[in-house]
């Protein structure tokens, strides 16, 4: 699975932005879609998850509630819609495919990334 993020870019606190993740290659559908965020001098971390086959989603606690992850099967994309943003949401934004879980290890595939920078 090859994987491309898009749609990052610079938001005013408090603002909304999406970012997407395209895949190609292998049946997406057979993988379960992450995104994880590394600020500067930071560790990556989690930001949400769906599964697979059910479409559940999980979020980080710092996310909850003001972002929204869904999938399109058909089209071989996921979409991360964020809202609220603020100042510390700023990090470069991966997505990654492979076993649902919060770890980065739990996932094969990943995009380059995308930068995400929310102004104060």
């Known amino acids: 699975v090859q994987l491309q993020a898009s749609g990052g870019g610079l938001v005013q606190a408090g603002g909304s932005l999406r970012v997407s993740c395209a895949a190609s290659?292998?049946?997406?559908?057979?993988?379960?879609m992450g995104w994880f965020r590394q600020a500067p001098g930071k560790e990556r971390e989690f930001v949400a998850s769906?599964?697979?086959?059910?479409?559940?989603?999980y979020y980080a606690d710092s996310v909850q509630g003001r972002f929204t992850l869904s999938r399109d099967n058909a089209l071989k994309k996921a979409h991360l819609q964020m809202t609220l943003l603020k100042p510390e949401d700023t990090a470069v934004y991966f997505c990654?495919?492979?076993?649902?879980?919060?770890?980065?290890?739990?996932?094969?595939?990943w995009g380059p990334g995308t930068q995400v920078t929310v102004s104060s």
């Open positions: 769906v599964e697979r086959t059910t479409g559940r989603t």
């Open positions: 290659g292998r049946t997406f559908r057979w993988y379960s």
């Open positions: 990654a495919a492979g076993s649902t879980g919060m770890n980065p290890g739990d996932y094969e595939y």
